[in-house]
């Protein structure tokens, strides 16, 4: 059974600052799939799936529907995972990883509302 993701496009948009439902096409596709594989990952820190029994009804805590809105978005705005880069004399370095993750402070979030 495919499990609905722990947040709605619509919590994705607002963290995006783009307007309800202007999303669409490709970039629609993106954002799902952003809050499909971060909502995987937090069920599997958590260890818990937090779907009602008619399995489409998020029963997850506001806490951790933010968790999935701030990981889902730092992925969709960095799909590619850069960590640095230069134009000119203008260069640029992340702190930390890339890619799909939860910090150590979005993990315990997690974690203490499982």
Known sequence: MTLPP???VSALE???EVAAGSLTGAVLLRAEACLDDTSALIRDEAGKDWVALDGVT?????????VT???AKRT???PDGFTSESV?????QA????GLYL???EARIVRRAA
């Open 58 to 66: 998020i029963t997850a805590p506001a806490a951790v529907v933010v």
């Open 103 to 105: 910090t150590a402070g």
């Open 14 to 16: 607002v963290r995006l």
């Open 76 to 78: 969709s705005s960095n």
């Open 6 to 8: 722990l947040a709605p």
């Open 95 to 98: 702190n930390g990883a890339a």
């Open 69 to 71: 809105t701030q990981v």
């Open 88 to 92: 000119g004399d203008y260069s640029w």
